[in-house]
């Protein structure tokens, strides 16, 4: 015995000292998460010391429709609010991602080999418009020019580095210290069909042209106390991390062009007609969107194409950008939206050619959006939220939003008309850039940085906004059974990961994240103590820039829960949720009665398995059958027969106990012993549906702490009323489990179905006809 028990222990030991640090899921994330400081602190909020730069823009611009360019120039005002002092500023220029040279294009690798061509060397790899891009990005004159860049009518010495220019300055700026410069700059708008990127114009049969402009002009990078200066290059997929300023934006454009733009018209009375001014006014107390351009003086524009050019005027104060669009295609409709401190103008711009969804829907998604983020985080601030339809497939900017989904047209009728996937599509879209005012615009991540940060957020809330538009809208992102698939997949990348970096952006950055959340708002947090830590995330970091840090640490703070485990496994790690029921066990507390007792070890003996020797000797003639003087008093008792002498020591027994134990023996409780095993990794709550006897089902919801101690297999006992007769563990899907096969016991099949197929008859393409196929005359041109 003795030395079984030291065999046991060096074992033990042996398996104790294997385990690594690594192993522990509820491991702090003190060592991984930067040090707080009395700019962030360690509850997650900003600290007493903290500060961000800012810049103003004061900026006139051309659109030049023939050209297809811009021409601006303007005043920069840079306000060092850092406790440092800056020798130079960077600035970016992100139209250089268009050059031919840029590393957009040099950098870019083809995802494989199959893309180009099927292993029969079939092509169904290359598509037309992706040639396209590939030639035309090679010869396209883009980029920005920069014509002049002054401070006191004297130049500055600038440099240049592909999408970052750095400015250098003859005194160093000291904090506290402001600087002004004039910069101009020009440069040729890509065609976002052909080259697009976010931005650029399109290209309509009638000769007109729906223009959507953006990283337009020289946009201050960002400086900040954990990065410094957010300099990293534009590759194309990690967007733009900006200072807060003020803007006024004077934009020439021909003179029937309706533009939209981040900010309030100054000028309506200059630039609109009377009966629009009128119908401007009247859409603001509306309870339904109001037409301000109505399509049939869209269509009178299109065919008149004005040479003339007219000039509008935005302000926008306390923005991280700005953008436009600009068309004589647009029709214009708009609502006005109030509540608590909320009061702006919904409204959206869109050419004939979105109608009908675009009238029907647009500016109601852009209201129901405000109503609904609104709830979660913060109140919409801005005084416009704009939803425009044009070439871009979704983008977003400061209280405007660039929208693509558009009806097609009816082959036979030549109607126009929708599928179902084009109106959710749009809808969630609009959703979904409106919804990043929220984050960043306002909410102001760093977005070179961390693509997850204001993408997963916003795609979370706006699976919120989804499901509250109608029962079952059919979302997408958010939904823990739609992760599986993904979080199942080789090749995965952890959340955080720098967004140039991430290979699927779309699962990684918007759908894990925004699943995550749901996962923390339905069953690790509940939605009480979620929605109110979200929300002071949300109001803590409003008009300011939140690290990963920042939001992780106000979780916690603001919930009073360490959530620690669960930042690590879902965002440091690629572990899925798999969780195993691999056994139970029925444990009986015996009764101390001698009757009961014996009798249910008898019934359990008679419950084994018959050999088959016994099966098959059954019946057999015996030698005590045949001689029964052969019978003692051991052939009429089996086992199992209770005795005086057991009897009277169980009397004893019980008569020696207190009364709470007796108690205890009578109290009739069904025990249980359940064998999990984590074979996903990612630790979670379990919420097992136990089904009883009675047929009566019950939910436990037990937290992840249950694996504290062992991150692996674990043992609950269940203590229930009458007997269990199965278990499923997470019955409703909420954990993103991604093999629920092994979830129940006992194990049910899977429901699967296979269709039968005739099989196809050998040599079916009948060759000889192709050749005797008569040629047809060619196509005419135009067709
Ligand atoms: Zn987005």
Not at 267 to 272: D, E, I, S, Y
Not at 584 to 606: C, F, H, L, N, W
Not at 756 to 776: E, H, Q
């Amino acid at each position: 015995m003795k030395l079984n028990t030291i065999a046991a222990l060096c074992l033990f030991a042996a398996n104790a000292s294997a385990a690594t640090i690594a192993d522990d899921k509820f491991r702090q994330l003190e060592e991984m998460l930067p040090t707080p400081t009395t700019i962030r602190t360690a509850s997650g909020a900003p600290g007493h010391a903290y500060w961000q730069q800012r810049a103003d823009y004061k900026i006139r611009a051309a659109l030049d429709e023939t050209a297809r360019s811009v021409t601006g120039a303007g005043t920069v005002t840079y306000y060092n609010n850092s406790p440092d002092t800056l020798s130079y500023l960077w600035v970016q220029l992100d139209q250089n991602m268009f050059r031919a040279d840029s590393d957009n294009r040099t950098v870019t690798t083809q995802p494989s080999r199959d893309a180009w061509a099927n292993a029969k060397g079939e092509a169904d790899g290359l598509k037309f418009d992706a040639m396209r891009f590939m030639l035309e990005s090679r010869t396209f004159d883009g980029g920005v020019t920069i014509d002049s860049i002054t401070a006191g009518g004297r130049p500055l010495k600038h440099t240049i580095n592909r999408t970052m220019m750095r400015i250098d300055l003859d005194q160093p700026l000291k904090p506290g210290q402001r600087f002004a410069f004039d910069v101009s700059w020009r440069f040729k708008i890509p065609e976002t069909t052909v080259l697009g990127r976010r931005m650029g114009f399109e290209r309509f049969k009638d000769g007109n042209d729906i223009f959507e402009i953006a990283q337009w002009f020289p946009r201050m990078a960002a400086y900040y106390d954990t990065y410094g200066w957010q300099n990293k290059q534009y590759l194309g997929s990690g967007e733009f991390t900006l200072e807060f300023g003020d803007y006024d934006v004077a934009l020439t454009v021909p003179a029937d062009h309706i533009v939209a733009a981040t900010g309030e018209l100054q000028n309506a009375g200059a630039v609109l007609t009377a009966a629009q001014a009128d119908r401007l006014a009247q859409a603001r107390k509306a309870t339904k969107p109001v037409l301000i351009v109505t399509q049939a003086e869209a269509e009178a524009a299109e065919k008149a194409r004005s040479t003339a050019t007219r000039t509008w005027h935005f302000k926008a104060k306390n923005v991280r950008d700005f953008a436009f669009a600009s068309s004589r295609k647009f029709i214009w409709d708009a609502q006005g939206y109030k509540k608590d401190s909320t009061d702006t103008l919904a409204m959206s711009f869109y050419p004939k050619e979105a109608n009908p969804l675009w009238g029907q829907y647009s500016t109601q998604a852009v209201v129901h959006t405000i109503e609904q983020y609104n709830k979660y985080s913060l109140d919409y601030p801005y005084p416009v939220a704009i939803s425009v339809n044009g070439p871009v497939g979704g983008m977003e900017y400061p209280m405007l939003s660039f929208n693509g989904r558009r009806p097609t047209k009816d082959e036979k009728t030549g109607a126009l008309t929708y599928s179902k996937a084009t109106k959710y599509g749009l809808i969630s879209v609009i959703i979904h850039e409106v919804g990043h005012n929220y984050f960043p615009m306002i909410v102001n991540s760093d977005e070179r940085q961390w693509t997850w940060m204001d993408e997963g957020l916003n795609s979370f809330l706006q699976y919120l906004a989804e499901q509250a538009w109608e029962e079952n809208y059919p979302s997408n992102r958010g939904v823990p059974d739609n992760i599986t698939g993904y979080m199942r997949s080789s090749n995965q990348q952890p959340i955080m990961t720098n967004g140039e970096s991430v290979t699927q952006v779309g699962p990684n950055a918007y759908g894990k994240p925004a699943t995550a959340l749901n996962v923390l708002r339905e069953t690790v947090l509940g939605r009480e103590l979620f929605d109110f830590a979200f929300r002071e995330y949300a109001q803590r970091w409003k008009f300011k820039r939140p690290t990963p840090a920042d939001l992780f640490r106000t979780m916690e703070d603001a919930s009073g829960t360490d959530l620690d485990w669960f930042w690590r496994g879902w965002f440091y790690t690629t572990d899925a949720v798999d969780v195993s029921v691999d056994g139970i066990t029925e444990v009986r507390i015996g009764s101390k009665d001698p009757e009961v007792e014996q009798a249910y070890k008898k019934a359990q003996r008679a419950a084994e398995p018959v050999s088959v020797t016994a099966q098959r000797n059954k019946g057999m003639a015996r030698r005590v059958d045949a001689h029964p003087e052969l019978k003692d008093f051991y052939n009429a008792n089996d086992d199992f027969t209770v005795t005086n002498k057991a009897r009277n020591q169980a009397a004893e027994d019980v008569a020696g106990l207190e009364d709470w134990q007796k108690a205890l023996l009578k109290q009739g409780k069904h025990l249980y012993l359940v064998d999990f095993s984590n074979k996903g990794g990612l630790v979670s709550p379990l919420i097992l549906e136990i089904q009883l006897a009675s047929g009566k089902k019950t939910i436990q919801r037990i937290p992840a702490e249950i694996w504290r101690t062992s991150s692996s297999k674990i043992t609950k006992l269940l203590v229930l009323d009458e007997p269990m007769t199965g278990l499923v563990q997470d019955p409703f899907l909420e954990t993103a489990d991604i093999d629920t096969s092994n979830n129940g016991w006992p194990r049910k099949a899977t429901p699967s179905r296979v269709e039968l197929f005739k099989s196809r008859p050998a040599g079916g393409d009948d060759m000889m006809k192709d050749y005797a196929t008569p040629l047809k005359p060619p196509a005419k041109d135009g067709k």
